[in-house]
């Protein structure tokens, strides 16, 4: 069959690399079939698309995204564009999708929907490696992570699937975790360092540090290779000697989810982290010399204004502004045990009347404290306020000491000055 694959344009400059499509469309040229890919992601034009389904024949258009607002308006409009612009028969995929299939397939008017990975797959070093010469790497490795410098290359690498835990937020396609073997990994980072002079690897797993032993073989791993890398960490993993040998093999970076400094909260969400080893972990990161990306979210279950400010107090005390961080309101997506809540309460309808709601990420979807949403956004607006403050109050003196540098020592080494 002529099976077209289409990454959908998520808004970005630089879009983050369609992986999951990457390995489909490598099953797919297993099967025998002709497998082509239209970049939509890179060319951000509708128009563009319509011309090019008119001017090509094809048996199946699959496409697939995470959840969210925006991913869900993007796939929608995808799908209304295949049905006028062509008769190929339409399959959806991904986060968004699996939770209620039935939903999405009368709704986006598709011919099939797979949930989770369809064909679930215990043996991950079993898959072939992603069909990456389909896509556009070199426009994919200017993607900015923290840290990269203006000459580094970055792409992503999935070293394994799934989550040994379960957060009430968080929706999972399939339990428990599966991991790629170091040799598996370190084959392919290699083949992206020598096709594609990938210098900068993201980890791209839910959680890489799934236990205290899985980080330091892929640190071991990585060391050699002389490159940079980050992944998304867990505190209570973090001790000293383990970012020691992360950082020596060029860890720059570590994604924790923290979510919120309150025990109660924290409990609630089943989290199964405390404050104490949140603040241990974030120190030890600190002085290892790598990045936290300290990621907070509000408003949910037991979360009030005391516990908002002090997740401030917290972001102005720990945040070395690797990123431009802010707080989010929780969204309770589809398929999270924090959606089921939702229903139960009577928060929320059904699936359609989350989509219905969800008309933004910075926005609330479903108001789980006990303050009203006016007061709930005036507390949310002035602690971001105060967080932005800062962020760009550091920019502003990393400027001011560049000029001075410049114009009073004559720092030959200076290249301008440039947005952050």
Not at 141 to 154: E, F, I, Q, T
Request: aromatic share 12%; net charge negative; hydrophobic share 35%.
């Amino acid at each position: 069959m002529r099976i077209l694959l289409l990454p959908y344009d998520n808004g970005m400059h630089i879009n983050y690399p369609p992986l999951n499509l990457m390995y489909v469309a490598s099953a797919l040229i297993q099967e025998g079939h002709n497998v082509q890919v239209y970049q939509h992601d890179i060319y951000h034009s509708e128009d563009s698309l319509r011309q090019h389904l008119r001017n090509n024949d094809y048996d199946i258009i699959g496409l697939g995204a995470c959840a969210g607002y925006y991913q869900y308006q993007q796939i929608q409009k995808l799908c209304q564009i295949i049905r006028v612009e062509s008769t190929a028969r339409i399959w959806l995929g991904g986060h968004l999708v699996s939770p209620d299939p039935f939903y999405f397939q009368e709704k986006m008017g598709v011919d099939r929907v797979y949930c989770g990975e369809y064909d679930f797959i215990e043996d991950l070093d079993s898959l072939s490696f992603p069909a990456r010469g389909l896509f556009n790497i070199d426009y994919y490795a200017l993607m900015r992570l923290p840290h990269a410098d203006n000459s580094d290359r970055c792409f992503p690498v999935l070293g394994g699937r799934g989550c040994p835990f379960a957060c009430t937020f968080c929706y999972r396609m399939h339990s428990g975790y599966r991991a790629h073997s170091i040799e598996r990994i370190l084959e392919e980072v290699s083949i992206l360092i020598e096709d594609y002079h990938i210098t900068y690897i993201d980890f791209a797993d839910e959680l890489l540090m799934t236990n205290p032993d899985r980080p330091v073989q892929i640190a071991e791993a990585m060391k050699p290779l002389g490159i940079k890398w980050d992944c998304n960490g867990r505190l209570n993993y973090a001790k000293p000697e383990i970012l020691k040998k992360m950082k020596e093999s060029g860890c720059v970076f570590i994604n924790y989810g923290i979510e919120s400094v309150d025990d109660e909260v924290l409990e609630l969400m089943n989290k199964k982290l405390r404050y104490d080893q949140i603040i241990k972990g974030v120190e030890a990161t600190l002085e290892a010399g790598i990045s936290p990306g300290l990621n907070i979210i509000w408003g949910n279950l037991g979360d009030t204004k005391d516990t908002l400010w002090r997740s401030v107090e917290f972001l102005l005390e720990y945040d070395d502004h690797a990123q431009l961080r802010t707080i989010r309101p929780v969204t309770p997506y589809p398929g999270s045990p924090l959606y089921d809540y939702a229903i139960e309460k009577g928060l929320l309808k059904d699936i359609g009347d989350f989509y219905e709601k969800h008309k933004n990420s910075d926005l609330l979807t479903v108001n789980f404290t006990g303050l009203s949403d006016e007061d709930f956004y005036y507390e949310l607006c002035q602690a971001n306020l105060a967080l932005l403050k800062r962020y760009f109050g550091i920019q502003h003196a990393s400027f001011i000491s560049q000029a001075w540098k410049l114009y009073y020592h004559g720092d030959t080494g200076f290249r301008g000055f440039r947005q952050t």
